[in-house]
Every structure is written in C-alpha cells, then in structure tokens.
C-alpha cells in the first residue's frame, strides 16, 4: 500500500519538477527577458521577503474568509431554495423565468453594480462569491430532486411518510451525491471569482496583490501569488474531495 502510494506521488509530481526545470533552464540561457520570467530561485526570494515584509499571511487569511463566507452563504440559500423547488412546481414556476435569466450574466457584469451598491469592502466580494456558488448548487439540487427514482416517493407514500421524513430519508440521502459534486465544483469556482473580486475591487487579498505586481511589473511577486493561488486551490478541492468521499462512503459503488 505504501508503496502505491509513493507511485503516485511520484507520477503526480513529475510534471511540475519537469516545469520547473525547463523554467530553470529558459531564465538561466534568457531564452526569456529576466523583466518577464525571472528566475525561480528569485521567486522563492520574493515569496520569502512578502512573508515577512508585506503581511502575505494576512492577506491569504483574507481571500481564504471571504471565500467560505460566500460559499456558506451561497450554498445555504441554494440547497433551501432547490428543496423548495424541486417538492413543489409552483415554487419552481415562481422563480424559474427570473432565476434562469439572471443565471446567464456573467458575474463579472455584476461586480461594478454591487460595488456601487457595497463598495469596496467585505461584503461586495461576499454576495459575487455567493452567486457564483448559487446557481449550481442550486440546479444539481433541483436536478437531483427531479431525477430521484418515482419507486422511492411511491413507497414512501406507501408508508405513509410525513413530508419531513420524506425530505430527511429519502430525498436528502437521494440527492447527496449531486450536492457533494456541484459543492466541490463550486468551491474551486468560489476561489477563482475571488481573485478576480479582489483585483477589481480591493485592497487586500492575493487578487489584489496580483494587480498590484501586474501594474508594477514586479513579475516574480504575481508568480508567488499565481503559484499560492494554484496550490491553495488543489487544496480546497482536495479537502471538498474527502469531504465527498467520506459523506458517500455508505453509497453502494462508490470509490475514488
């Protein structure tokens, strides 16, 4: 067992040492301009010098908080409003026309509006992080609701089952494998929208520190923040995948 997994560390981390050495190699020969591509020894440096002289902890914590609090918020409203959709067609009438057409603007479009209404602070990032997580969440629960087996709802009549134990043991334990997924997309969704909140609008967060070194051109800091983006990222969607997968270890066939 030890073994497989020393394998697959090895195979999953082959490319990035490859990446590196051909980083290495076209900043050493300056097949690059060092302005552009500077060497990776100078981004450790510069990743070194914003841990203790820039605050980077701080903003890390600040992108990673306003993260799970646009998730949560997202997430939350999603799944209560899926339920109501999914058990009930008038619900899903009501606010389908207005939810469908809201869902193709980009959110992009959205962040000057909010940040008039908001402005720059906390809470703008908040409410575009939360739409981005709503609407997934949001389909696959109203989807999942939809697709659940009519033999289920058939029995559960058949038992006579109040409308709370029909949601608490058939339909949620239904629907649990498709709210694990669109969470896990989302999340890493979440995480990508908050960069470009923060660059757009705001004054701290790894976002903001990105077009901050874009517009300075100090290319070795935005490839710090590119690189603790991407790891932090892997990440999340790592903790979203155990999370999954220790939630859906009762489902029959399911495996990594």
Known sequence: ????????????????????????????????????????IKVVESFWYMLDKQELLSDIWASVFIVTQGFAYGAIVAVSLGLAAGLSRNTELFFGSTLNTLRHIPTIA?????????????????LIIAKSVFFPVFLNVLQ????????????????KLTKWQLIRKVIIPAILPTIAVSF?????????????AEGLSGLEGLGFLIFR??????TDQLLVCMVLIGLIGFAIDRAMFFAQRRALKWKVGFNE
């Open 1 to 40: 067992m030890r073994a497989f997994f020393a394998r697959r560390l090895y195979i999953g981390l082959l490319l990035p040492a490859l990446l590196i050495g051909f980083w290495q190699a076209a900043s050493a020969y300056e097949w690059v301009d060092p302005v552009f591509l500077p060497k990776p």
């Open 110 to 126: 959205w962040l000057p509006l909010i940040v008039v209404w908001l402005g720059l602070g906390a809470p703008a990032k908040v």
């Open 144 to 159: 999942g609701i939809r697709g659940i087996d009519k033999n289920y709802i058939e029995l559960a009549e058949a038992l």
């Open 184 to 196: 896990r997309y989302s999340a890493g969704l979440a995480w990508a929208i908050v960069v470009i």
């Open 213 to 218: 070194a874009q517009q300075l051109l100090m």
